[in-house]
Structure formats: structure tokens, C-alpha cells
């Protein structure tokens, strides 16, 4: 049974850094790409980073040079390593599980979100 459990969010300022991290447990970590996911209030989910099991990386254009994510396949652990953060990062963000297909990964097993308010 897949559990995801994200921690480390809270409220910052303009300017702030926070590290979110996300715990896995009933799946062979190592083998599996995760995800960082956010949703805003009013908007869509939207994809935030990625990292294969390889650790190589990838970030949406908006958060790309600000934010860091990684992982310990020893803890099972992901993280989102989030710095110079703007109000518009404000949204509840999520950690995903990716299924390796034939030609693409979906991102599946979400865990249950934490939330992040960049605000003065």
C-alpha cells in the first residue's frame, strides 16, 4: 500500500526559503520517478519538478534557478528545496509517485499535500 507524506510547508515571506520533504513508504523507492505537483487557489494542478531514478532533473520555467528537488533512495525521502519564493508560489503542494511505461512516466500515489504561503 502506497503512503506519501509531505511536510515542511508553512508561511514566508517574499524573499524566504522553505524545504519541503515528502516520506514514502510501500513502494521500492529507488526504482520509481517522483514528482513535486502544485495547485493554487483558482488554478489547475500544476507540474513543479521532476527527477528520474537516475536523478537527472527537470522544472517548470517558473520555478526553474529557485527551486531544487532531490531525493535519498536510502530514506525514501524527496525533497523540494524552494528559495527566493514570490507570493505567486503560494499553493498547496503535493508529492508524486511515477509508473514507467513504454514511452512516458505517469505520476500516480499522491500524497495528501502541504501547504505554502509566501505573503508579507
Known amino acids: 500500500q502506497v503512503q506519501l507524506v509531505e511536510s515542511g510547508g508553512g508561511l514566508v515571506q517574499p524573499g524566504g526559503s522553505l524545504r519541503l520533504s515528502c516520506a514514502a513508504s510501500g513502494i521500492v523507492f529507488r526504482i520509481h520517478a517522483m514528482a513535486w505537483y502544485r495547485q493554487a487557489p483558482g488554478k489547475q494542478r500544476e507540474l513543479v519538478a521532476t527527477?528520474?531514478?537516475?536523478?537527472?532533473?527537470n522544472y517548470a520555467d517558473s520555478v526553474k534557478g529557485r527551486f531544487t528537488i532531490s531525493r535519498n533512495n536510502a530514506q525514501n525521502t524527496l525533497a523540494l528545496q524552494m528559495n527566493s519564493l514570490k507570493p505567486e508560489d503560494t499553493a498547496v503542494y503535493y508529492c508524486s509517485a511515477g509508473i514507467q511505461r513504454p514511452t512516458n512516466v505517469i505520476f500516480s500515489s499522491w500524497g495528501q499535500g502541504t501547504q505554502v504561503t509566501v505573503s508579507s
Open positions: 527527477i528520474s531514478t537516475g536523478g537527472i532533473t
